[in-house]
C-alpha cells in the first residue's frame, strides 16, 4: 500500500531536534516571565472576519494565503495566520485589562498560510510571541524589543541586526499614501503584476516587494520618516533614544513597512546574516488602532512575533 507522506509545507519534529525546540522555547519563556508576559493559549481557529477585520482585506495574507473553509454548520473558519488576532479577540472577549493596564501576553503557536513551499517557506509554521497592550510610552517599544534581543543574546546568536523605522500613525500616514501613490504611478507598467495591483489598493507594500525590479523603483520613492506628524516624530525619537541609552544598536531602514495593515508608529525586525533572502528572525511593532478596530475601546498595543513567515 502506498504511504501517506507529510503535506507539502509541514514538518515533523522528530527526537534529536525536539530537545533543541526546547531549549530555545526554555529561553523565550523564562525571558518572558522576567519581563511579566504571562502565557495565554488561544484556539487554532477562528471566525474568518477575525482576521478580515485585523489583518486587512489588502493585505496578500488575506487575499492569497489563509486556509479557509465552510465547517459542517455553514460557518466560515480560517485556521490562523498569525497570532496577534486571536489574542486581541480573547482580550477583549474576556476583558483582559481590567486586571490592570498593561496587559503582558506571550504565546507559542502555530500558523498556517498558503505560502509558496518552493521558495522554501512553510504552510505550517511555528512562532513565539508577544504583546503589551495599554501603555503607547515610547519605553514600551524599547521593552519589547529588549526581550526579543534578551533572546537572541542568551542563546547565543551572533551576526544580527536590528532594523527599525516608524510608519505613523493614520493622519501623517494618509499624506505618505498619496505621496507613494503618486510617484509609483509613474512607473505603473514597470512594476510587478502583483505591485501593479497594490498600486491603489496599499501602495505601501510596494516597498518591501523583492521583485529586483519594483525594488529598484523604491529606491527612489518618498520616505514614511519625511512624513511624519509631530506626535509620531517625538515617538520615535523617543524610542532610539531609549534604545541607545540601554546599549542597544540599531539602524533606522525607512524601507521596512511589514506585511500587515495594522501596524503604526514603530515597527522593527531583527535580520540575520546568515540566512540569506530569508532572513527575518523576529519582526513586530506598534498597533495602536487595532483593539479598537476589533470593537473595543482605544487600547494601544504592541507586540513581535519570532519564527519563520514573520
Ligand atoms: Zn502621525
Ligand atoms: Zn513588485
Same mark, same amino acid.
Given at each position: 500500500?502506498?504511504?501517506?507522506?507529510?503535506?507539502?509545507?509541514?514538518?515533523?519534529?522528530?527526537?534529536?531536534?525536539?530537545?533543541?525546540?526546547?531549549?530555545?522555547?526554555?529561553? #523565550?519563556?523564562?525571558?518572558?516571565?522576567?519581563?511579566?508576559?504571562?502565557?495565554? %493559549?488561544?484556539?487554532?481557529?477562528?471566525?474568518? %472576519?477575525?482576521?478580515?477585520?485585523?489583518?486587512?482585506?489588502?493585505?496578500?495574507?488575506?487575499?492569497?494565503? #489563509?486556509?479557509?473553509?465552510?465547517?459542517?454548520?455553514?460557518?466560515?473558519?480560517?485556521?490562523?495566520?498569525?497570532?496577534?488576532?486571536?489574542?486581541?479577540?480573547?482580550?477583549?472577549?474576556?476583558?483582559?485589562?481590567?486586571?490592570?493596564?498593561?496587559?503582558?501576553?506571550?504565546?507559542?503557536?502555530?500558523?498556517?498560510?498558503?505560502?509558496?513551499?518552493?521558495?522554501?517557506?512553510?504552510?505550517?509554521?511555528?512562532?513565539?510571541?508577544?504583546?503589551?497592550?495599554?501603555?503607547?510610552?515610547?519605553?514600551?517599544?524599547?521593552?519589547?524589543?529588549?526581550?526579543?534581543?534578551?533572546?537572541?543574546?542568551?542563546?547565543?546568536?551572533?551576526?544580527?541586526?536590528?532594523?527599525?523605522?516608524?510608519?505613523?500613525?493614520?493622519?501623517?500616514?494618509?499624506?505618505?499614501?498619496?505621496?507613494?501613490?503618486?510617484?509609483?504611478?509613474?512607473?505603473?507598467?514597470?512594476?510587478?503584476?502583483?505591485?501593479?495591483?497594490?498600486?491603489?489598493?496599499?501602495?505601501?507594500?510596494?516597498?518591501?516587494?523583492?521583485?529586483?525590479?519594483?525594488?529598484?523603483?523604491?529606491?527612489?520613492?518618498?520616505?514614511?520618516?519625511?512624513?511624519?506628524?509631530?506626535?509620531?516624530?517625538?515617538?520615535?525619537?523617543?524610542?532610539?533614544?531609549?534604545?541607545?541609552?540601554?546599549?542597544?544598536?540599531?539602524?533606522?531602514?525607512?524601507?521596512?513597512?511589514? /506585511?500587515?495593515?495594522?501596524?503604526?508608529?514603530?515597527?522593527?525586525?531583527?535580520?540575520?546574516?546568515?540566512? /540569506?533572502?530569508?532572513?527575518?528572525?523576529?519582526?513586530?511593532?506598534?498597533?495602536?488602532?487595532?483593539?479598537?478596530? #476589533?470593537?473595543?475601546?482605544?487600547?494601544?498595543?504592541?507586540?513581535?512575533?519570532?519564527?519563520?513567515?514573520?
Amino acid at each position: 500500500m502506498e504511504l501517506i507522506k507529510a503535506q507539502k509545507g509541514t514538518q515533523d519534529i522528530l527526537p534529536g531536534q525536539s530537545e533543541n525546540w526546547q531549549v530555545v522555547e526554555d529561553v #523565550m519563556r523564562s525571558e518572558a516571565a522576567m519581563h511579566g508576559f504571562q502565557e495565554i %493559549r488561544t484556539p487554532v481557529f477562528e471566525d474568518t %472576519r477575525l482576521f478580515q477585520r485585523s489583518v486587512g482585506e489588502t493585505t496578500d495574507v488575506v487575499q492569497k494565503e #489563509m486556509y479557509t473553509f465552510q465547517d459542517k454548520g455553514g460557518r466560515s473558519i480560517t485556521l490562523r495566520p498569525e497570532g496577534t488576532a486571536g489574542v486581541v479577540r480573547a482580550l477583549l472577549e474576556h476583558a483582559l485589562y481590567n486586571n490592570g493596564l498593561p496587559v503582558k501576553l506571550h504565546y507559542f503557536t502555530t500558523c498556517y498560510r498558503y505560502e509558496n513551499t518552493q521558495a522554501g517557506r512553510l504552510r505550517e509554521f511555528h512562532q513565539f510571541g508577544v504583546e503589551m497592550f495599554g501603555s503607547n510610552s515610547p519605553s514600551a517599544d524599547a521593552e519589547v524589543i529588549g526581550l526579543a534581543k534578551g533572546v537572541f543574546d542568551r542563546l547565543g546568536i551572533k551576526n544580527l541586526r536590528l532594523e527599525i523605522n516608524s510608519i505613523g500613525c493614520p493622519t501623517c500616514r494618509a499624506e505618505f499614501h498619496k505621496a507613494l501613490k503618486a510617484y509609483f504611478a509613474q512607473y505603473k507598467d514597470q512594476l510587478c503584476e502583483t505591485c501593479q495591483g497594490r498600486l491603489e489598493r496599499n501602495p505601501m507594500r510596494i516597498l518591501d516587494c523583492k521583485s529586483p525590479i519594483c525594488s529598484e523603483i523604491a529606491e527612489g520613492a518618498p520616505k514614511i520618516l519625511d512624513y511624519l506628524c509631530d506626535d509620531c516624530k517625538a515617538h520615535f525619537e523617543s524610542v532610539q533614544r531609549y534604545l541607545t541609552a540601554v546599549g542597544t544598536e540599531f539602524t533606522v531602514n525607512p524601507t521596512i513597512v511589514r /506585511g500587515l495593515d495594522y501596524y503604526t508608529n514603530t515597527v522593527f525586525e531583527f535580520i540575520s546574516g546568515d540566512l /540569506g533572502a530569508q532572513s527575518t528572525l523576529c519582526g513586530g511593532g506598534r498597533y495602536n488602532g487595532l483593539v479598537e478596530e #476589533m470593537g473595543g475601546q482605544p487600547l494601544a498595543g504592541l507586540g513581535f512575533a519570532w519564527g519563520s513567515n514573520v
